[in-house]
């Protein structure tokens, strides 16, 4: 069985930084694409970042282009996301994911969710 699990949220002030990582456990971590989702409170989950089995092919939602950039860590079974110039609208719980085969930048197909980690970016 496939597990995945997030860690370095917490606190930071606007137009920070923080590294998000996510720990993969299980076999054939190069078999899945791997994802970012993030929910803020009343709001639905919705995409962040994508990244393909080699990590040749990355996705990213509109609101973090050009700030957010994902990886992934083939030895370390990882993926990270780096965030940047963050703003109080990138509050919410962040969530790792893994699709067996292709990445995509929607939630459905996504197999193996972790539990979260929370971000919240003060003003």
């Known amino acids: 069985q496939v597990q995945v699990v997030e860690s370095g949220g917490g606190l930071v002030q606007a137009g920070g930084s923080l590294r998000l990582s996510c720990a993969f456990s299980g076999q054939s971590f190069s078999a899945y694409g791997m994802g970012w989702f993030r929910q803020a409170p009343g709001k639905e989950r919705e995409f962040v970042a994508a990244?393909?089995?080699?990590?040749?092919?990355?996705l990213y939602a509109d609101s973090v282009t050009g700030r957010f950039s994902i990886f992934r860590d083939g030895g370390k079974n990882t993926v990270s996301l780096h965030m940047d110039n963050l703003n109080p609208e990138d509050t919410a719980v962040y969530f790792c994911a893994a699709k067996f085969g292709r990445a995509r930048a929607k939630l459905s197909g996504y197999e193996y969710w972790g539990r979260g980690t929370q971000v919240t970016v003060s003003s």
């Open positions: 990244i393909s089995w080699n990590g040749a092919d990355t």
